[in-house]
């Protein structure tokens, strides 16, 4: 029941940041900290709970304070890590581990190395990836692209994330931008 308690406050959390309200944002991740954190604190090899602790703590990252950036982005990392671990084939996990090099702040960025280990995650053929990690890793190596300013192989894949989820908010502002 935690695990999807985690889940229900993550996704809520994740409308909150699409209607770009970050306070209640936080308020939803933090929620789904906490409940992750209750069954990792009775179950500690418990992969769902390591995952969905990493989730909240990642989109936390997104909409906190540069203070709360510096002092927890390190831990995504750690977490991504405990939870391959615990289950190998987790694509979320592998998406987390590697988002680092597409959304860290410059200098911290690397878009090269993160299209190529979101790629080599495509072609993991042992990896379980579900529709949400499918548009994550479309969606980031699009972004990436669209920073190293090939708009053309972001456009690529800004269109694959598109048939996933064609009215998402980021995506659709990140394909504007390359269109003007």
């Known amino acids: 029941l935690s695990i999807a308690l985690s889940r229900c406050d993550f996704i809520l959390g994740l409308y909150y940041v699409s209607i770009g309200n970050k306070e209640l944002a936080s308020e939803c991740f933090d929620t789904g900290l906490s409940f992750a954190e209750l069954v990792i604190n009775n179950q500690k090899n418990n992969y769902l709970a390591c995952l969905m602790y ?45 988002a680092q090099y597409i959304y860290a702040p410059s200098p911290f960025s690397n878009y090269k190395k993160g299209i190529s280990e979101m790629s080599k995650i495509l072609k993991n053929p042992t990896v379980v990836l579900h529709k949400d990690d499918l548009f994550n890793i479309y969606y980031s190596i699009g972004y990436g692209y669209m920073n190293l300013g090939n708009n053309k192989e972001a456009m690529l894949w800004f269109n694959k994330a598109l048939e996933i989820y064609p009215k998402n908010y980021y995506l659709n502002m990140s394909i504007n931008k390359i269109n003007f």
């Not at 909240?56 to 390190?74: D, E, M, S, T």
């Not at 995504?76 to 190998?88: F, G, H």
């Open 54 to 98: 990493t989730e909240n703590l990642c989109q936390n990252c997104g909409v906190k304070p540069l203070n709360y950036v510096i002092k927890n982005g390190p831990k995504i990392q750690v977490w991504a890590k405990k939870t391959l671990e615990l289950n190998s084939n987790c694509g979320s996990a592998m998406y987390l581990l590697n």
